[in-house]
């Protein structure tokens, strides 16, 4: 069973950075991707950015430019680095693994483990 432990959430102004991690344990060789989620209260949740194990990435739109993922693989770790932060990136944010052979999704459904979440709040 794969254990995702996200940490790194905060509250920053407009503009601000935070850095998000995920560290995973158990046996992560299953794993062909990695993602961050987000959902702010009201909302669906929704696919941030995600990294396969060949280092492929894909970010959803409101986002490109702004947010980098990688992953320290000695570290098993996964990482988020948010730049220039808006009060509509507030949300609770999620890392989550998948296993089967889909291309880089950032659709709920592909996703087999999920972490419990850290919370980051944007204010203006």
């Known amino acids: 069973q794969v254990q995702l432990v996200e940490s790194g959430g905060g509250s920053v102004q407009t503009g601000g950075s935070l850095t998000l991690s995920c560290a995973a344990s158990g046996p992560a060789y299953r794993n062909n991707y990695m993602g961050w989620f987000r959902q702010a209260p009201g909302k669906e949740r929704e696919g941030v950015a995600v990294r396969d194990r060949g280092g492929s990435i894909r970010y959803a739109d409101s986002v490109k430019g702004r947010f980098t993922i990688s992953k320290d693989n000695a570290k098993n770790t996964l990482y988020l680095q948010m730049n220039s932060l808006k009060p509509e990136d507030s949300a609770m944010y999620y890392c989550?693994?998948?296993?089967?052979?889909?291309?880089?999704?950032?659709?709920?459904?592909?996703?087999?483990?999920w972490g419990q979440g850290t919370q980051v709040t944007v204010s203006s």
């Open positions: 989550a693994a998948g296993t089967d052979g889909s291309w880089l999704p950032l659709e709920n459904y592909s996703y087999n483990y």
